[in-house]
C-alpha cells in the first residue's frame, strides 16, 4: 500500500485542525511509514496543539509519500490525506546590525513571520516596513516567538540580552528554541545555554561564517551546536540565511570551529597586509600582486575582494576590525585553555590592538594594514 499526502494552505482554520487530525491518525495506522511519523512529529512541534494554527505565507504545493514497508503490494495510492503545509513558527530576530539585518531580511523575503527587536530602535523600522513585527524588549520577543535568534557584538552583549534584565530568557520556556548566531566564546555560550535550558527551552549556537555581502545573499555557513531537536526545526530557516550548515555536537563545539576560522583570517589578513606594503616598498605594484595571489595556490577570495580597496587605503565596513580583534583575543584565550602555542595568532592580534589603538575599531578589519605603516609604526615605537 502507498500513502499519498496532499499539503495544501488555502483552507479555514477549522479544515486545518481537520486535516491535522487526520495526519495523526494516519501517523497511528501506519507505524511503520517513516515518513509519515517523521511529518507527523515536525508537525506537531509547530502545532502544538490543533487550534495553534497560524496564517502563514508559504506556497501550496503537493508531496506523495510512499509507504516504504508495503509499497510493493500496491502502486496506486489506498490513503489519501489532505494536510496543511507546515506554516513557518513565529521567529524572533535581536540584534540588527551589519549582520543581523540582511540575515532577517532575508527571512522576511521568505515569507516567515518575524518579530524583531534591536538596542537603537531606529535599525528596526526598515524592517517593520517590509512586514516584520516589533517588540520592545527581548524577554517579549522571545515570549512571543517560538524561536528566537539572537546576532550580538561580543560575549557581554550576548549574555545581555539572553539573560539579562528583560533579557530573551524571561519569555522563553517549553515548546520554544533560542539560537545564538553571534560569535562568543564557548564559556559564555554555555552559560547562555544553562539559562535557556533552565526555562524548559532549547538551546543551539550557531555562529556564521560569512560576512555582509554573504549575509545578503543568503550564503552563509552555519556552525551549530547544541540541541540536536532544535538544529533540526531551525534547519530551514538556516537554510534561507545559509549555503550549508555543520552540526557539530555539544555547546561550545560550534564557538570553538568559529574563533578557529577568524584566527586563520585574522592572520591571513595580517599576512597580506605585510605583502602589500612590501611590494609596494620594493617597487611592484601591489595590484599586480592581487593578481598573482588570485591564480596561484594561496588564492582566497578575501585578498580578490578587500585587496583593491586596501592599496587605495579604503576599509568599507563588511566585518568590523573590532570584531576581528574580539575574536583573535578569544581564540588566544581557547588556544592557552588547551596549552596549544599560537605564536603567529598572538603576534596579529597585537597589529588590530594597534588599529583598534588609532581609531579603526569600526573600519573593516582589512584596516590592520594601517597599522603597519610608518605613521602608526613610529607612533608605537615614540
Ligand atoms: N560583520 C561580519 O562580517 C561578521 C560578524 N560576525 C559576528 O556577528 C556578530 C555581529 O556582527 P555585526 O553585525 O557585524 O556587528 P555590528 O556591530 O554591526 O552589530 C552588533 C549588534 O549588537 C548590538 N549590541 C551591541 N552591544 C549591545 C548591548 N550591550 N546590548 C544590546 N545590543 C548590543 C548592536 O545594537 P546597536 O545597533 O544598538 O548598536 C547591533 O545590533 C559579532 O559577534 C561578529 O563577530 C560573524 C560573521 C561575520
Ligand atoms: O566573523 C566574520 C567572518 C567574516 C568572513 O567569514 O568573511
Not at 564559556?187 to 545555554?193: A, D, F, G
Not at 550557531?206 to 547544541?226: H, M, N, R, W, Y
Not at 575574536?327 to 595568532?345: H, K, M, N
Amino acid at each position: 500500500m502507498s500513502v499519498c499526502l496532499i499539503i495544501q494552505h488555502n483552507i479555514t482554520t477549522e479544515q486545518r485542525e481537520l486535516q491535522m487530525r487526520l495526519c495523526f491518525k494516519l501517523q497511528s495506522s501506519l507505524s511503520s511509514s517513516s515518513l509519515v511519523a517523521d511529518m507527523a512529529m515536525s508537525m506537531r512541534f509547530l502545532y502544538p496543539s490543533p487550534s495553534s494554527f497560524h496564517h502563514h505565507r508559504f506556497s501550496p504545493h503537493t508531496i506523495a509519500i510512499s509507504n516504504a514497508a508495503a509499497s510493493s503490494s500496491s502502486s496506486s495510492p489506498q490513503v489519501a490525506a489532505v494536510i496543511p503545509t507546515p506554516p513557518p513558527s513565529r521567529v524572533g530576530f535581536l540584534g540588527l546590525g551589519i549582520m543581523g539585518t540582511p540575515m532577517a531580511l532575508n527571512l522576511i523575503n521568505s515569507g516567515v513571520d518575524v518579530t524583531v527587536w534591536n538596542r537603537t530602535k531606529s535599525k528596526c523600522e526598515p524592517l517593520i516596513n517590509l512586514g516584520a513585527k516589533y517588540k520592545s524588549s527581548p524577554e517579549e520577543v522571545a515570549a512571543s516567538c517560538d524561536v528566537t535568534f539572537a546576532m550580538l557584538a561580543d560575549p557581554q552583549s550576548a549574555a545581555d540580552v539572553a539573560f539579562g534584565k528583560q533579557g530573551a530568557a524571561n519569555g522563553m520556556g517549553p515548546g520554544k528554541g533560542y539560537v545564538d548566531v553571534s560569535t562568543v566564546d564557548g564559556e559564555t555560550s554555555k552559560l547562555i545555554n544553562g539559562h535557556i535550558k533552565s526555562t524548559g527551552a532549547l538551546f543551539l549556537e550557531a555562529p556564521v561564517s560569512g560576512s555582509k555581502k554573504p549575509a545578503e545573499d543568503g550564503q552563509l555557513i552555519f556552525l551549530t551546536a547544541g540541541d540536536k531537536d532544535l538544529y533540526e526545526t531551525v534547519s530551514p530557516f538556516l537554510d534561507i540565511m545559509g549555503k550549508s550548515k555543520f552540526y557539530l555536537g555539544d555547546v561550545g563545539n560550534g564557538a570553538a570551529m568559529k574563533l578557529v576560522v577568524n584566527m586563520i583570517m585574522g592572520s591571513m589578513m595580517a599576512s597580506f597586509s605585510e605583502g602589500l606594503l612590501l611590494s609596494e616598498k620594493v617597487g611592484l605594484d601591489p595590484k599586480v600582486l592581487v593578481e598573482v595571489v588570485s591564480q596561484g595556490a594561496i588564492n582566497a577570495p578575501m585578498y580578490s575582494t578587500k585587496g583593491p580597496s586596501m592599496i587605495q587605503s579604503l576599509y568599507p565596513t563588511a566585518f568590523p576590525l573590532k570584531h576581528q580583534q574580539k575574536d583573535l583575543r578569544l581564540a588566544l584565550g581557547l588556544a592557552e585553555s588547551v596549552s596549544q602555542p599560537t605564536p603567529i595568532a598572538a603576534a596579529a592580534n597585537e597589529l588590530y590592538k594597534v588599529a583598534k589603538s588609532h581609531g579603526l575599531s569600526d573600519q573593516d578589519f582589512s584596516a590592520v594594514i594601517e597599522s603597519l605603516k610608518s605613521k602608526f609604526q613610529k607612533s608605537e615605537n615614540q
